[in-house]
């Protein structure tokens, strides 16, 4: 069993930073990748970034690229999104979920935290 519990939300004008926490509580953390996901209002929620425990890979999307940055803190099972000249699109509920590195499905997530971004 995973368990996920998240940190770091707020409110935050045009330009600005956020970094969330994602505190992982689980045996094996190299088995498995974390991804970061948001959620607008009225929208569907959709991949942000991600990375694997057990490697050096990370992952992200176009709409993040170059502004968003996935990191870890391996001993103290903790996966972070620093999140940089935020933009009022970027406003959503963001999750952080964990996989096995080989699945397909992200079968465990935290609780969200909000993001908002004023202009």
């Known amino acids: 069993q995973v368990q996920l519990v998240e940190s770091g939300g707020g409110m935050v004008q045009a330009g600005g930073s956020l970094r969330l926490s994602c505190v992982a509580s689980?045996?094996?953390?190299?088995?498995?990748?974390m991804g970061w996901f948001r959620q607008a209002p009225g929208k569907e929620r959709e991949f942000v970034a991600g990375?694997?425990?057990?490697?050096?890979?990370?992952y992200d999307t176009d709409s993040v690229r170059g502004r968003f940055t996935v990191s870890r803190d391996i001993a103290k099972k903790t996966g972070f999104l620093q999140m940089n000249s935020l933009k009022p699109e970027d406003t959503a509920l963001y999750y952080c979920?964990?996989?096995?590195?080989?699945?397909?499905?992200?079968?465990?997530w935290g609780q969200g935290t909000q993001v908002t971004v004023s202009s």
């Open positions: 979920a964990m996989k096995f590195r080989k699945s397909d499905s992200w079968n465990y």
């Open positions: 689980v045996s094996t953390i190299s088995n498995y990748a």
């Open positions: 990375f694997d425990w057990g490697s050096k890979s990370t």
